[in-house]
């Protein structure tokens, strides 16, 4: 059974850093892209962050370009989002999620979002 | 403002049949692979739809998933009461470098 556990959340300043941790099992961490996303109180879905299998590619949105960084250990079965200058607006759930990619003869390109984490919670507040 | 557009709410009796639309544009539905996320209150989305209208295993088939052009329809039918979430549509949006894009997401209620 695919299982991905998030933690790492909390209560942190404006302009204050925070770890984001995913543990996952239940199937080859090594070959699926991995992403975040994440769900601000009462509204919608965001993606937010992605990494390719062996960590070569990594992709963010424009909102998040310069302040957070995602990462990858296949050794440990783990992703990891290291967020800095944390502002308000980054007050959400995290998830994390397993991502499937579409391969042709052109290229690869996203596709969705096989199974997600529980989501950890991150306050940015004074 | 969501690039995928869905309506706020949908209501239906129990046993009933709903429909959740979301429309986009050639850049995001009308030249990708739609796919349809259920998240019941309080937890984490759960993949219902995927490729338009294929369903994990596990999906009953009282949910289906269509696309016509720019727009992407999501079918329920014999409406339970333990539908009632948040259902959201997802594609991939070529045009923007982020890519991947939500609908602002359909509260369904079975009244």
């Known amino acids: 059974e695919v299982q991905l556990v998030e933690s790492g959340g909390g209560l942190v300043q404006p302009g204050g850093s925070l770890r984001l941790s995913c543990a996952a099992s239940?199937?080859?961490?090594?070959?699926?892209?991995m992403s975040w996303v994440r769900q601000a109180p009462g509204k919608g879905l965001e993606w937010v962050a992605n990494?390719?299998?062996?960590?070569?590619?990594?992709y963010y949105v424009d909102s998040v370009k310069g302040r957070f960084t995602i990462s990858r250990d296949n050794a440990k079965n783990s992703l990891y989002l290291q967020m800095n200058s944390l502002r308000a607006e980054d007050t959400a759930v995290y998830y994390c999620?397993?991502?499937?990619?579409?391969?042709?003869?052109?290229?690869?390109?996203?596709?969705?979002?096989?199974?997600w984490g529980q989501g950890t919670l991150v306050t940015v507040s004074s | 403002q969501s690039v995928l557009t869905q309506p706020p709410s949908v209501s239906a009796a129990p046993g009933q049949k709903v429909t959740i639309s979301c429309s986009g544009s050639?850049?995001?539905?009308?030249?990708?692979?739609v796919s349809w996320y259920q998240q019941l209150p309080g937890t984490a989305p759960k993949l219902l739809i995927y490729?338009?209208?294929k369903r994990p295993s596990g999906i009953p088939d009282r949910f289906s998933g269509s696309k016509s052009g720019t727009s992407a329809t999501l079918g329920i039918t014999g409406l339970q009461t333990g539908d009632e979430a948040d259902y959201y549509c997802?594609?991939?949006?070529?045009?923007?470098?982020?890519?991947?894009?939500f609908g602002g997401g359909t509260k369904l209620t079975v009244l």
């Open positions: 999620a397993r991502e499937w990619y579409y391969y042709d003869s052109s290229g690869y390109y996203p596709g969705y979002f096989q199974h």
């Open positions: 239940g199937f080859t961490f090594s070959s699926y892209w």
């Open positions: 990494i390719k299998q062996d960590g070569s590619e990594k």
């Open positions: 050639s850049s995001n539905i009308g030249n990708n692979y």
């Open positions: 490729d338009n209208n």
């Open positions: 997802g594609a991939w949006d070529s045009s923007l470098s982020v890519g991947r894009v």
